[in-house]
């Protein structure tokens, strides 16, 4: 489920295309692991995407989740917006965007508004 030519581009640009794993530096590791995640493809599992969710108050993104949700890809959406589209309760929400300043009213609001 990887982009395999976007993956190449990227790993040519970072110069380590072509570098054995052994003889990589850590910032070098970093930056392949980066490029892995970084290039999600389109092509759908066999039994379909996995949607979001919530366990024992966690947000759930296993690795078939759709492409989208993947808020660490350049393409992925926010986890807000994950937790908005999914209607996360506010107790699992605030473990996510506090650090963003956000509210509970303002999340109720974007989550339901009027």
């Given at each position: 489920?990887?982009?395999?030519?976007?993956?190449?581009?990227?790993l040519?640009?970072?110069?380590?295309?072509?570098?054995?794993?052994?003889?990589?530096?850590?910032?070098?590791?970093?930056?392949?692991?980066?490029?892995?995640?970084?290039?999600?493809?389109?092509?759908?599992?066999?039994?379909?995407?996995?949607?979001?969710?919530?366990?024992?108050?966690?947000?759930?993104?296993?690795?078939?989740v759709?492409?989208?949700?993947?808020?660490?890809?350049?393409?992925?959406?926010?986890?807000?917006?994950?937790?908005?589209?999914?209607?996360?309760?506010?107790?699992?929400?605030?473990?996510?965007?506090?650090?963003?300043?956000?509210?509970?009213?303002?999340?109720?609001?974007?989550?339901?508004?009027?």
């Amino acid at each position: 489920m990887i982009n395999l030519p976007d993956l190449a581009d990227r790993l040519n640009q970072y110069g380590i295309m072509n570098k054995s794993f052994l003889s990589m530096t850590k910032s070098e590791i970093l930056l392949l692991i980066g490029a892995i995640y970084s290039c999600p493809g389109d092509e759908v599992p066999p039994d379909g995407w996995d949607k979001p969710h919530i366990d024992d108050n966690t947000l759930v993104l296993t690795f078939a989740v759709h492409p989208k949700y993947k808020w660490w890809t350049p393409d992925g959406q926010s986890i807000q917006e994950t937790l908005i589209e999914i209607g996360a309760p506010w107790e699992v929400a605030r473990k996510y965007l506090c650090s963003n300043h956000m509210t509970e009213e303002v999340y109720l609001n974007k989550l339901i508004p009027f």
